[in-house]
Each structure stands twice: as C-alpha cells, then as structure tokens.
C-alpha cells in the first residue's frame, strides 16, 4: 500500500514565523504535490513536482515556496506565515503526473 | 476557465437509501476522479474514468463526455458511507486537477 505522510497534523504558529511542512512517501512516485483546503473553497493546488529539484507553481503559489532534495520527500514552507495562510493542507503524490493521487492525513495550522 | 459543479452540497439520507451525488464540468477533460473524504481529512481516490461506467463493491461511477456529467451513485447507503464526497477533472491539455467543492454525505442509521 502507498503511504504518504505528513510531519504534523495540528501545527499552530504566529505571524511571521517561517513554517516548514514536509510530506514523505514510501512508493518511489515521481509526482508530489501541495494543496490547501478552506471551506467552501475546495482543493487548491500550491506547488507541485514532477522529480528531483524540479517543481511548477500550481493555481495559489504566492506566499509558498517547495524543495524536494530527495525524491521521498516534499516540504512546503511560509517564508512568513500570515492569517490568511490558516488552512488545511494536504500533500499527495502519484506515479505519473495523471495517474490516481495518493493523500497525507493533512496538516491543520492555524496562524495567529 | 474550467468549473467544476457539484450537487448537492450537502444530503442526508436513512441507511438503506440509494444515493446520488452529480457532478459538471465546463470543459474538455481527458478523466474525472472521485474521492472520499473522512472526518478528520484524510482523501481516498475512490476512481478515475474517461468514459462510461465503473464499479467498486456498492459505489458506481458514471460520466457523459457528451454532456459534461458525472455521477457518483451509491447502493445500499450505510453509516460508514458518511463522508465528504469530492469530484475532479482533469483538463486535456494540463495535467493538474481542478476540484469541486465536495458534497456532504450524512448516513442515519
């Protein structure tokens, strides 16, 4: 079974702050991405990676940055975290960048 | 600009019931998938089809390239079926998922 992972399920953080979420997942995929999730808004796409230092910016990149160092591994980091960034966010991956998606749990932060 | 409509937003059904959630798009897609979301987050891709029908235990999946329509039915409704249901397309010509915005599905026993 494919088994993403997410570093934190609750995290709370204060304005400004850097925050660092990172996602792992054990079936060597090549695609990983990013999403947040906010009520009434659905899923959005942050940032996503097809390999190995290779990443596109999705449909909400502003206030995001990506690394992905190892192929298993995928962080997202709020070089500043604000309000507005309080949200549900979601990593998934796949085999091919059409291929089914595999979720985290999610990580809910709240900035204050 | 591809949308993607879902409906209804939210259904409450009694065990036993049959259920259908609908979803549209506005464009092109070269697959549409439906996911399950439990409370506490965690999404499950439940399928993806480009055309006609699929079948998983009591979940059928339906879609109309035709008329821009998917359906999402479910059989034999059970409390553990209580969960939001997301559908999303993917267009042709890129590669990322465009989500609704999910139905609420609550199962009484």
């Known amino acids: 079974d494919v088994k993403v992972t997410q570093s934190s399920r609750y995290l709370v953080k204060r304005t400004g702050e850097k925050v660092f979420l990172e996602c792992v997942q054990d079936m060597d995929h090549e695609n990983m991405f990013w999403y947040r999730q906010d009520p009434g808004l659905g899923l959005r796409l942050i940032y996503f990676s097809y390999d190995v230092k290779m990443k596109e910016k999705g449909d909400i990149p502003e206030g995001y940055s990506v690394s992905r160092e190892k192929k298993e591994r995928f962080s997202l980091i709020l070089e500043s975290a604000s309000t507005n960034q309080t949200s549900m966010y979601l990593c998934?991956?796949?085999?091919?960048?059409?291929?089914?998606?595999?979720f985290g749990p999610g990580t809910r932060l709240t900035v204050l | 600009k591809n949308e993607v409509e879902q409906s209804p937003q939210n259904l409450t059904a009694q065990e036993g019931e049959f259920i259908t959630i609908n979803c549209s798009y506005s464009v092109g897609i070269s697959a549409l998938h439906w996911l399950q979301q439990h409370p506490g987050g965690g999404i499950v891709s439940l399928f993806m089809l480009s055309s006609g029908k699929k079948k998983h235990g009591r979940l059928i999946a339906t879609i109309n390239i035709q008329e821009k329509h998917s359906s999402l039915h479910i059989t034999a409704s059970h409390p553990r079926d209580s969960a939001v249901y997301i559908c999303a397309s993917r267009q042709i010509w890129r590669g990322n998922l465009i989500f609704g915005k999910g139905t609420k599905l609550s199962v009484k026993p």
């Open positions: 998934a991956s796949s085999l091919d960048r059409t291929d089914t998606q595999y």
